[in-house]
């Protein structure tokens, strides 16, 4: 709908026909987005061919679980120098890679020339054009101001970043956390617990993004605090919503059928266990949460094991000296 505002015809590739045919006769996505028109601008084919055929751009949001197939369904029909964008906020299981990375491998293109699209973002205010600033980050830069200028309008204001690498990582192992804040609330914790599991909750993303290559101001940034701050608060997050549902004592198999959406910090929390290990850093939310969520322990129980741990410095040290050799 940015896209179309700013002039652009825009094609939407869907596995499904007949949301293709809603979106082209009706103009509306009524399982998605509810309520609203869409520009006619938006054109919708199951035709990936045709989807993609001498676009300049192609933006990709599918679910990181889908990732990989869906850019093998491109490729036979991707013309080597288009500008590739995603969207997708999560890792590939069990490789660990970044989506990026994955894009990059099955197009055989450079990593940097990925642009990656984040921050804080609900499409259902982003569609009725509610005022939003997001972040588009690739290491070349030319790309990525390519990307802001196609989406920047006075609704949606859009920033470059250098730290591809960090906006990832942020916009991925924040939906940990937001999970957590939902899980909080629907145990009837309250603001104190809320504030103290997003506080500390950046704290371990952060850390871990940081031992993994991220530079740690980008967690200061939109894709870290401002993407946290929507999805651990907010009525339209899945993540949130899931957590809720979890912490009133919900099986994980009910909540995921009732949301009929993906809610990626289910997968990135499986991520984050072997990432901690795999990189030698605390991660004790996502760890808690992990035993929760794979492991059937009681989330009470998790949250005792979080509040009880050993005394600590609130400054415990990041080791910036991975960051440091990354960007020499
Ligand atoms: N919803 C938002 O506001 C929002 C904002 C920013 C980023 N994201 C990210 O976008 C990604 C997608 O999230 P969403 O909210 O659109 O999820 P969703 O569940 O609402 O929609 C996912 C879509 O992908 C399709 N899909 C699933 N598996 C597929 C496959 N194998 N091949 C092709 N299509 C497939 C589904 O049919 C559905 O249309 C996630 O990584 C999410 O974190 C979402
Ligand atoms: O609805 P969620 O929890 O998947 O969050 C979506 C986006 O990441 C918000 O920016």
Known sequence: SVLADNG??????????QQAAEINLQHTNSRYLPGITLSDRIVA?????EAVKGTSAIIIVAPSSAMRT???????????????IHA????????????????????DSAEGDIVVLSGPSHAEEVVKRNPTTIVVAALNDEKANYARDLFMNVNFRVYTNRDQ???????ALKNIIALGAGMSDGLGFGDNAKAAIITRGLAEISRVGVQMGANPLTFSGLAGVGDLVVTATSKHSRNWRAGYALGQGKPLNEVLEAMGMVVEGIRTTE??????????VQMPIADQLYQVLF?????????????????KTEMEVMKLETWEQWHK
């Open 8 to 17: 652009h015809d825009v094609f939407v590739w869907t596995r499904s026909e």
């Open 45 to 49: 084919s199951s035709d990936m061919e």
């Open 70 to 84: 869906v850019v093998q369904q491109l490729k036979p029909h991707y013309t080597k120098g288009t500008l590739i």
């Open 88 to 107: 997708t906020k999560g890792f590939e299981l069990p490789s660990l890679k970044r989506m990026s990375a994955v894009i990059a491998e099955e197009l």
């Open 165 to 171: 690498v960090g906006v990832e990582l942020a916009g």
């Open 271 to 280: 991520a984050a266990h072997a990432i901690s290990i795999k990189f030698n």
């Open 295 to 311: 492991t059937g322990k009681d989330s009470r129980t998790a949250v005792e094991a979080l509040m009880g741990r050993d005394p």
